[in-house]
């Protein structure tokens, strides 16, 4: 018997098998030759068999004692398997069951003990869930303290127009599932599908023609009805899929109706606030904003002010702008916090929260800074949380911040965008630099390069440039003008080549990207999913290329490989002889995956984001009794 064949039902299986039939009943060793037996000597065979079993499992017990072996739980575990089996059996022969009837009993045990570890599985990460659960909410500390609470929506001046009102609900629904629309809240508004029915102005219709963008996309024929008609909202949608309009066109007829109200004076505003984890990003939006507000004005409306908050440019410049009363403000928390600490700008005015790459933004911890920003509200606002990734914990938080939230989902949570191509490639860590320049031949510019490190996208890029490649580079470590102008040079086509690191993977806009190259495997799949999500935006296709070795955590090449079954790529074959015992339970309940970091190749019990977390705490807790006793010394 080859050893691939053999059951994995352990031991005793083994011994049963060994102890075939053929040899106890003598017949020929032929093996095409199979002759009749009687049932009666089956039966009799199967007697004899099982007295064998006995036997096997008593002498296996005597010799364990004789020979002093005392591996408890192994030999309790043997011999009681062997005697539960034989029992069973044993059972059947006496009742005289039919072979193809204890084959189906025997079937159906297995299954409700399969069933039963399940629930097991399910249970104890529902306790973990539980115990990870943020047992602060995403409120400001004061919203807490006067046990402020709100009910009801804000109310707004829009509504969808009557024709759509009298639709029936069934036919609302049918349109979300043609597009995939998933929503989860009360009333959720009705979808739309042109943005003429959600009565935009036609200059603004103008401008996004202009742009080649005449049909909404499935995030925005939901989103835009929800968040005009003053619905809190977490928006999930892969990466390109237009979720920036669906918090920027609202925003901006919101000003315009508060203008054309009651003009904003000085020192007053921003009436909209929209925070993003960078800088690059914070100044996209913001142009985006400019564009469109730009079209009102040349329209005849009146000129609707927006500022952009962000670190590395001068503070004096952001805040004399702000001192002319702003509408729209766009801003990255770190300068944001600055400025509300030293009283530059305030937000009692303010009533239009989003925070872009929400789940980000608090990953990268800023959630202490967004609990603070949220502090300087007075009265209700509207809160919106946007993210192609946003795992079950951060949704459940964020909740807490939210009233009667309207969830919009357009593919699952965390998964890739169908329209990139993703390759991986085994590089050895030395070979990577020159394979890096073969790997660029795969298509034409513009071609982005991710690396983790600020030395290693340094390095890249002087490779680069010392090969003539037209390359710009990216990084926290760089000034905010070097930033600025490497990104204009390479949005202009200037440059074929952006080397950056992740602060240039969320939610960046550039036209056409037609390769992205990971230069290594991030060490989060969230980040390698907004990575890879700079190509492939918006219906065009692109392709991933990302670079891997024996260097990568086993843990972060499961969720990779899981990832490119779900997203239907080819698996190269050593992802595809990566195998764990955890994968066994990777498809149970609602939830897919990990419910902490929305990994597919793992579930929460065996977390490294969160093994790695509860470490940090752990130490943290550790630091702190230390420091305790050593002042209770003093
Ligand atoms: P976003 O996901 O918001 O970063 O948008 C990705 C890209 O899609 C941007 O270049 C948008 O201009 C473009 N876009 C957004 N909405 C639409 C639409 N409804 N039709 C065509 N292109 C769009």
Known sequence: MSHSNQSTDGPVVKRYRRESPKSESNQSDDDSYVPYVPVKHRQKAMHQQLTRVRDLVSSTDEERSRTGFDDHENRTADGSKAAEVVDELDEWRKSNVSLLDQHNELKKKFELKKESAIEKQLKEEEKLLESVAEKKALMAVSELAKGIQYFDPIKTGWQPPRHIREIPKEKHEALRQKYRILVEGEDIPEPIKTFKEMKFPKSIINALKKKKITKPSPIQMQGLPAVLSGR???????????KTLVFVMPVIMFSL???????????EGPYGLIICPSRELAKQTYEIIQYYCEALMHSGMPSLRACLCIGGVSIKEQADLIRRGVHIMVATPGRLMDMLEKKMIGLHVCRYLVLDEADRMIDMGFEEDVRTIFSYFKGQRQTLLFSATMPKKIQNFARSALVKPVTVNVGRAGAASKDVEQQVEYVKQEAKIVHLLDTLQKTEPPVLIFAEKKQDVDAIHEYLLLKGVEAVAIHGGKDQEERSRAVAEFRRSEKDVLVATDVASKGLDFQEIKHVINYDMPGDIEDY??????????????????FINKSIEESILLDLKHLLIEAKQILPPFLEALQSESEKYLDLGDERGCAYCGGLGHRITNCPKLEAMQNKQASSVGRKDYLAAGTADW
Do not use: C, N
């Not at 809190?232 to 237009?242: L, R």
């Not at 109706?257 to 020192?267: A, R, T, V, Y």
């Not at 890879?532 to 991933?544: D, K, N, V």
């Open 529 to 546: 999913v907004h990575r890879i999500g700079r190509t492939g935006r918006y219906g065009r296709q692109g392709i991933a290329t990302t």
């Open 257 to 267: 109706e508060q203008e054309l109200s009651l003009p904003f004076i000085k020192d």
């Open 232 to 242: 809190d909202m977490i928006g999930i949608a892969f990466t390109g899929s237009g």
